[in-house]
């Protein structure tokens, strides 16, 4: 086998090294308890990834133009903020579901604009409309929590046709988020901004536009996702969406998009990747697992992401080169020709 067949083995397996991580992490949880397999259970970890899952969508949208939103758990917390004391005041449900998702545009457009316009790394950015999202929504509840109406959890805990409607959110939002990478021109724009951002550009693409526009997608889906999450609580605390946005990462890196650009799927991938985090957090309650370990766990989940995307884009690099030493190797200079 050369290098080059070495090379591409490998590659295959970083990008289904995840998912053979998630039938052992399956296997294992499924041998150590009898309640890890159980339907129910299996319907809980579906229902409780739905939130994590749709922010980890709007994330790849990020992603795969190399780009990063450290914003997304201070825009859920901001939003919920916002929509708890305006329904205390005596607002209707819908109006909260309108400010949670305006809150994520108006967030994603700022982040994206300032990045694109001032260039400014995202990730400074980011951070700060993290800490900036954070701040207010605890200004606004004076760090109180804020109890929800009664239709928030019948809204999170009504099944239709026999699936939870948070279920029936993230699949929306699933398929809606694939048919546009996918089968649309914007689409294929986004993967070539994140493959080549100068050869996007003079291919004549609207780069800005399409920067600014993921991290608006990436704001909207942080305001499905606190909708959706908030449905299963019912209240508001002040550590509503904390340190959300490194498990939404890693979900997303976990299902093989790369952090460098232009690689990556929502579906199986990104779906996957929010569904065997979960599963994790699960099985470990399951196992009564010392709580202290939670954190360690998903720094190690979160270490795993990073170091197979990284060898991935390595042996990317090598194969790339040894195309173009090959290619290079095939042309014959001028002089060689025989003389006629």
């Known amino acids: 086998m050369n290098k080059s067949m070495q090379s591409q083995a490998l590659i295959k397996f ?9 039938v052992l992490v399956f296997a294992v949880f499924s041998l150590l308890s009898d309640q890890f397999l159980d339907g129910q259970n299996l319907i809980n970890i579906v229902r409780q990834a ?28 901001l ?16 109006s909260g579901f309108a400010v ?12 994206g604009y ?50 939870p409607v948070p279920v029936w959110i993230f699949l929306v939002v699933l398929v809606t988020a694939h048919l546009i990478l996918k089968h649309t021109p914007y689409g294929r724009q986004i993967y070539a901004v994140g493959n080549d951002p100068e050869g996007a550009k003079k291919a004549g693409l609207p780069v800005n ?10 704001g909207l889906f942080a305001g499905i996702g606190g909708i959706v999450a908030l449905t299963q609580l019912g209240t508001v605390a002040p550590k509503f969406g904390d340190q959300r946005e490194f498990v939404v990462i ?34 470990l309650v399951i196992l009564n697992a010392d709580p202290y370990i939670y954190p360690l766990v998903t720094a190690g989940v979160i270490f795993l992401a990073v170091f197979v995307d990284s060898m991935r884009n390595k042996q990317l690099e090598k194969l790339g080169r040894r195309i ?10 001028a002089g060689d020709h025989p003389a006629r």
């Open 79 to 94: 939003g919920a903020c916002i929509a708890a004391k305006l329904m205390e005041h005596g607002w209707p449900v819908w």
């Open 14 to 22: 970083y990008s289904y090294a995840f998912l053979l991580l998630f």
């Open 250 to 283: 890693a979900a997303a890196v976990l299902g093989g998009t790369s952090l460098f650009g232009g690689r990556g799927n929502v579906f199986p991938g990104t779906v996957l990747g929010a569904i065997l985090i979960l599963t994790i957090e699960n099985g």
């Open 209 to 218: 536009r399409i920067l600014i526009s993921v991290y608006v997608i990436c």
């Open 114 to 163: 300032v990045s694109t316009r001032f260039r400014i790394l995202a990730f400074v950015v980011t951070l700060a409309t993290l800490y900036m999202g954070r701040g207010l929504g605890l200004m606004i509840t004076e760090t109180k929590e804020t109890k929800l109406p009664e239709q928030f959890l019948k809204i999170g805990y009504t099944d239709f046709l026999g699936i």
């Open 324 to 333: 173009i030493r090959v290619e290079k190797e095939t042309k014959a200079p």
């Open 50 to 77: 739905s939130s994590i899952g749709i922010m980890a969508v709007g994330m790849t949208f990020v992603l795969l133009v190399a780009g990063i939103d450290l914003s997304v758990g201070s825009v859920m917390f």
């Open 100 to 111: 949670m998702l305006l809150t994520g545009l108006i967030i994603g457009f700022v982040n």
